[in-house]
């Protein structure tokens, strides 16, 4: 079975602070993603890679990096967490080709006060 | 740009009976795929089903179907002998041919009584 894991479940931290989260995938995928879920709003996607040291934007890149050293790692970067960042954020992937499934972590529970 | 619409925040449904969630979708290309994912409390995101644009027929798994509109671009979701397990988010999806990205719709809250 894919597994994509993040590191953090739960999170709480303070405005101003650099946050990182973390997603490992375990199957070789060329692609992964970073999403935000909001009620209401469902998923945005944040960035995406496709392959080490590459990113794309998203529809909601404003106050966020990314970065991806290693195909299986793909980091979520917040500079300087704000108070409108409170969110779940759920990493993805998916192998390269079209019709290919993707993949979803448990999510990250991140709380900004 | 393409959207995804879920007119419907919250459904209910009784046990053992039949639901219709209600997608649609806007784009201009002509080939591309469409999802159904549940989300239950635990929030591990889950694929449910899967239609290609270019398929005629109607995608089926197991309790779960589909009534995929190309021309009405519209993608609803079945759920038949509802299950207490089947309360969740369900989100759809489109995803283009050639293209990397799923956009989301809003989700739908699906709870379903005893």
């Known amino acids: 079975d894919v597994k994509v894991t993040q590191s953090s479940r739960y999170l709480v931290k303070r405005t101003g602070e650099k946050v990182f989260l973390e997603c490992v995938q375990d199957m070789d995928h060329e692609n992964m993603f970073w999403y935000r879920q909001d009620p209401g709003l469902g998923l945005r996607l944040i960035y995406f890679s496709y392959d080490v040291k590459m990113k794309e934007k998203g529809d909601i890149p404003e106050g966020y990096s990314v970065s991806r050293e290693k195909k299986e790692r793909f980091s979520l970067i917040l500079e300087s967490a704000s108070t409108n960042q409170t969110s779940m954020y759920l990493c993805?992937?998916?192998?390269?080709?079209?019709?290919?499934?993707?993949?979803f972590g448990e999510g990250s529970w991140l709380t900004v006060v | 740009a393409q959207t995804v619409t879920q007119s419907q925040p919250e459904m209910s449904v009784q046990e053992a009976e039949t639901v219709t969630l209600s997608c649609t979708y806007d784009?201009?290309?002509?080939?591309?795929?469409l999802f159904w994912y549940k989300q239950p409390p635990s929030r591990q995101m889950i694929l449910v089903i899967r239609?290609?644009?270019?398929?005629?027929q109607n995608a089926t798994e197991n309790r779960f179907s589909v009534n995929f509109q190309k021309a009405a671009k519209s993608f609803s979701l079945k759920i038949s002998d509802s299950q207490l397990g089947d309360a969740a988010m369900y989100f759809c999806a489109y995803r283009s041919d050639a293209g990397n990205m799923l956009t989301f719709g809003g989700g739908t809250r699906l709870m379903v009584k005893p």
């Open positions: 993805a992937s998916r192998t390269g080709g079209s019709g290919n499934t993707i993949y």
């Open positions: 784009t201009s290309e002509s080939d591309y795929y």
């Open positions: 239609q290609e644009a270019y398929k005629q």
